[in-house]
């Protein structure tokens, strides 16, 4: 994993062959007044493949950030002792968490990016997030004591912050495929009768 100026950690790796590691690449904007325009379009598909898997990912561990938040808030209780009255069995958090994998896929994905890819399911930092999210340590929390669950949250927090900011140069990337292809048609360097056949 790279450190960038802003302290942030990425898990691009500097001539990877994942999909993560061509989109940040820096060759991969470096060309793109020279690509043609089919070339161009499939630049951007890799790019809105590679946000919806990060997406995917970040729900995956956000769901389990709720669910930690939610022991956690349980064992406070309102008189800041532990509630054990309340305590939720392994099929219960498993619920819970599909519940929160359920919810509506958005396909508005902020500054007014718009996709309708669907997440791949491969991919390294997807992996990593599933592994995070099946730690068997993980898998009862009402095993785990607060020192553990205290460094539970911050590992989890840690790969989330991760997978933001390359969630962020990704959309990057895929803002810079989008600007140039609209160049393209504001400049009337492709028509319309070019568009249709190059997306034949």
């Given at each position: ?10 898990g ?12 940040l ?49 349980r ?17 219960e ?17 902020g ?8 997440p ?19 898998s009862d929390?009402g ?9 539970a949250?911050?590992r989890?927090?840690?790969?989330e912050?991760?997978?933001s ?7 990057e990337?895929?803002?810079a ?16 009768e ?7």
């Amino acid at each position: 994993m790279d450190e960038h100026g802003d302290g942030q950690v990425s898990g691009y790796q500097a001539g990877g062959r994942r999909a993560l590691d061509k989109v940040l690449a820096p060759e991969f904007l470096a060309g793109l007044p020279d690509l043609d325009l089919q070339a161009l379009r499939e630049h951007r598909t890799v790019a809105e493949q590679e946000e919806a898997d990060l997406s995917y990912a970040r729900r995956l561990i956000q769901g389990r950030l709720d669910l930690l938040g939610a022991e956690e808030d349980r064992r406070a209780g309102s008189d800041g002792a532990a509630d054990v009255r309340h305590a939720r069995s392994d099929a219960e958090l498993v619920a819970k968490l599909t519940d929160v994998l359920a919810d509506p896929r958005r396909t508005d994905h902020g500054m007014g990016r718009f996709t309708s890819v669907e997440p791949s399911r491969v991919g390294e930092h997807r992996r990593r997030a599933e592994l995070a999210v099946a730690d068997p340590h993980l898998s009862d929390l009402g095993a785990m004591d607060d020192t553990q669950l205290g460094n539970a949250r911050e590992r989890l927090v840690a790969l989330e912050h991760e997978l933001s900011a390359d969630r962020h140069r990704v959309q990057e990337a895929m803002d810079a495929c989008t600007d140039e292809i609209t160049r393209r048609y504001r400049d009337g360097v492709v028509s319309v009768e070019d568009a249709l056949r190059s997306a034949r």
